[in-house]
């Protein structure tokens, strides 16, 4: 090894600055000496002074020495030892130096060239923007370029052991007529790189030089891609980059019943019940099936990681311990009329009131006096008042069946055809039900049901008797109501 050069860098503060300077033992400021290097690994020996301090810096060392340092002593194990090195100058306190360490394989350069700011790149490797000082250069052959937008120069520099120092001059030229159009494009707005600087996402326009170029796509938790593509001079080129693939992980469920439909957080079906890929991340499932509660569920997955569940559907209640419900339906009886529904079922005690509207009329019937004297000419419908007591029988899961006892009240409606007279109307018969309820689900919250019963007179009006009994209808007797009622 072999010091090239030493001295003070005048206008460099750096010892002397807030965070970069150092004090030695007696609390004074130390001198600074950066030590330009290609390599690492070196100690350093400041005889009876010492050393202060010493930082490793890209490219170079920074040794901290008290002031009045004398010599120095560097060793390192492969390139050996540079023994009691006398400072060429005085070294003082808060001063800044520069030593150019050779270690004798290569020389030191400094690179120039016509245009300002332009990038040098050694051996296709950026050094950094002209001039660039100080740079080593071990013997042998170096090509050095110099970019400046579409002007660039390249040389090949041959390194020998014969020369102290290089001075490199690089000449450029424009270079517009050997540039191609490039357009690159990539899918999921992915981001886009080239030579390794992000450039654009989704769509990059740019010039590159005839030659083959390759660019690389990512995105966060994808993996990356590449793509090559060659351009040619004075042509178009369109390059249509291979998107980042998603990282994947797997979850597989198991349902009960069986062929649950499994939908997605997007609303799309998928198949869950082999591992199936799935991107990683927090996704939202909806398991449902005609028939059953659907139900929600949130996996998280991890890449390449197999997450399994199980997931068991309970069948809709058709038929819950505690509902409401009401509805209507058509009564079939000798005189007919719609009812009307409203009940609560609770631990399947089924309460229902109904009324029912008669539409009907009886066949006329002729009204006289005690002395025999015609009155009127007279039809009657008959409304309906009662209230029924039940209890629910499941026999599937959509239907079932309620055997009821109740009570209700006949109420005869006159309407007179000819005279003026009314005889009857309000006239009422009170009856006790035996029948049933059968119902039947087509669709949550919806019943149909058939309810026959058979009624039978416990008291009546002697008006009630004889229009009932002049007109042809009984006290009581068969009737059905068949209708709809929805359910809550």
Known sequence: ?????????????????????????????AALIKIVTPETGFSFDGGSLGIVAVDQKPGEIWLYVPRRAQRLTISHSAFGVLRNYAYPVPIEGAKTYEMLLDIGTGVYATITAPVAKSEVYIDNEFVGHVPVYNKYLNYGKHVIRAVNGKIEGTLEQYVTSDKKSLSIDIEMKDMSHLYGDVRVLVDNNA??????????????????????????????????SKTSFTVERGKKHTV???????????????????????????????DLSEHTPVLI???????????????????????????????????????????????????????????GILGVTFRKHDLQFNYTFG?????????????????????????????KYGYQIELTRKMAIVPQVGYVQHSLAA????????????????????????????????????????????GKDTSFDLVSSEAGFGNGGFAATIGLMATF
Not at 198 to 215: C, N, P
């Open 1 to 29: 090894m072999k010091v090239v050069h030493f001295g003070e860098l005048t206008n460099d503060l750096t010892a002397n600055r807030y965070g970069t300077s150092k004090t030695d033992e007696n609390g004074e400021t």
């Open 191 to 224: 981001d886009i790189f080239f030579q390794g600087k992000r450039v654009a996402s989704g769509l990059w326009d740019t010039q590159l030089k005839e030659g083959s170029y390759v660019v690389e796509t990512r995105k966060a938790d994808y993996e990356d």
């Open 240 to 270: 249509n980059a291979i998107a980042p693939t998603p990282y994947t992980g797997y979850l597989s469920v198991y349902t009960r019943p069986q062929a649950v439909s499994s939908i997605d957080e997007r609303g799309k079906y998928i």
């Open 281 to 339: 991340g927090s996704h939202q499932f909806t398991f449902q099936k005609r028939g059953y509660v659907s139900q929600s569920r949130e996996y998280t997955i991890a890449r390449n990681q197999v997450v399994k569940d199980t997931v068991e559907l309970l069948p809709i209640e058709y038929f819950k311990k505690f509902a409401f419900y009401f509805g209507g339906g058509y009564t079939v009886r000798a005189l007919s009329g719609v009812t």
């Open 359 to 387: 539409l009907s009329n009886s066949s006329a019937v002729n009204i006289y006096d005690t002395n025999g004297n015609y009155l009127s000419r007279q039809n009657y419908k008959m409304n309906t008042i009662g209230v």
């Open 415 to 458: 309407q007179i055809e000819d005279g003026s007279q009314t005889f009857g109307d309000g006239a009422a018969c009170k009856c006790v039900t035996i029948g049933g309820k059968f119902l039947m689900v087509p669709m949550k919250h919806v019943l149909l049901f058939a309810a026959p019963e058979f009624g039978f007179a416990t």
